[in-house]
């Protein structure tokens, strides 16, 4: 069964930087587009930011463009999520997932998804 873990969590204060990764069991990454998704206490979990098979295509939730980039490398496994410019809220807790089948947004069907990892951006 496919596992996804997620690291790179953690505490960071207004403006700071953190990456996030996702590893994929197997060796699997190459089969699947995935995304970020994350969950703020209290709201629903929303999509981030998702990358193609192939990586060239992405795309980012409007609150984050500009200051967050996805990467992947299939070599690795891992899929990435570069957080820059870290808000107060962007905290909540962030998952990683591989899509059943990729339609080119993150409202694609969901196979997969990780247990998440805490973000807290704080003063």
């Known amino acids: 069964q496919l596992q996804l873990v997620e690291s790179g969590g953690g505490l960071v204060q207004p403006g700071g930087s953190l990456r996030l990764s996702c590893a994929v069991s197997q060796y699997a990454l190459e089969y699947y587009a995935v995304g970020w998704f994350r969950q703020a206490p209290g709201k629903e979990r929303e999509g981030v930011s998702c990358?193609?098979?192939?990586?060239?295509?992405?795309n980012y939730a409007d609150s984050v463009k500009g200051r967050f980039t996805i990467s992947r490398d299939n070599a690795e496994s891992t899929v990435y999520l570069q957080m820059d410019s870290l808000k107060p809220e962007d905290t909540g807790t962030y998952y990683c997932?591989?899509?059943?089948?990729?339609?080119?947004?993150?409202?694609?069907?969901?196979?997969?998804w990780g247990k998440g990892t805490l973000v807290t951006v704080s003063p």
């Open positions: 997932a591989t899509f059943r089948l990729f339609t080119g947004t993150c409202d694609s069907p969901v196979k997969s």
């Open positions: 990358i193609s098979l192939s990586g060239r295509s992405t």
